[in-house]
Nanobody, 126 residues
C-alpha cells in the first residue's frame, strides 16, 4: 500500500513558477511509475506528466510540454513537478498518482494508476 501526500501550489501570477512535491510512504517507491494529473470543476481529470520507475523516461501532455518538468528522488520517496511560465488555464487541483508496474515506462492513462493523493490547488492569476 502506498500513501501519497502532495504539497506546494497555491496562488501564482501568470508567468510565474511553482513546484509541487509528492511524498510517498512505504519502502517500494522505486517499484512505481509516478504521475501528475489535474482537474477543474466539471471536467475529467487529465494527464499532465509521468515518470518511469527509475526516472529515466518521462512523458508530458502537449499543453505543458516545455514548461513543466517531472522528476523523482527514489532515495527520498518523492516526486516533483516543476511548473514554469504558468498560465491561467493551468489553474486546477493537481493530483499525484502511483502505478505499480514491472516495466520501467512512464504511465499515461489514468486507469494505470493504483494510488492517488488528496490533491493540491494551483491557482494562476492573470
Amino acid at each position: 500500500q502506498v500513501q501519497l501526500v502532495e504539497s506546494g501550489g497555491g496562488l501564482v501570477q501568470a508567468g510565474g513558477s511553482s513546484t509541487l512535491s509528492c511524498a510517498a510512504s512505504g519502502r517500494t517507491f522505486s517499484s512505481y511509475g509516478m504521475g501528475w494529473f489535474r482537474q477543474v470543476p466539471g471536467k475529467e481529470r487529465e494527464f499532465v506528466a509521468a515518470i518511469s520507475r527509475s526516472g529515466g523516461s518521462t512523458v508530458y501532455a502537449e499543453s505543458v510540454k516545455g514548461r513543466f518538468t517531472i522528476s523523482r528522488d527514489n532515495a527520498k520517496n518523492t516526486v516533483y513537478l516543476q511548473m514554469n511560465s504558468l498560465k491561467p488555464e493551468d489553474t486546477a487541483v493537481y493530483y499525484c498518482a502511483a502505478g505499480f508496474r514491472v516495466r520501467d515506462v512512464p504511465l499515461q492513462q489514468r486507469t494505470e494508476y493504483d494510488h492517488w493523493g488528496q490533491g493540491t490547488q494551483v491557482t494562476v492569476s492573470s
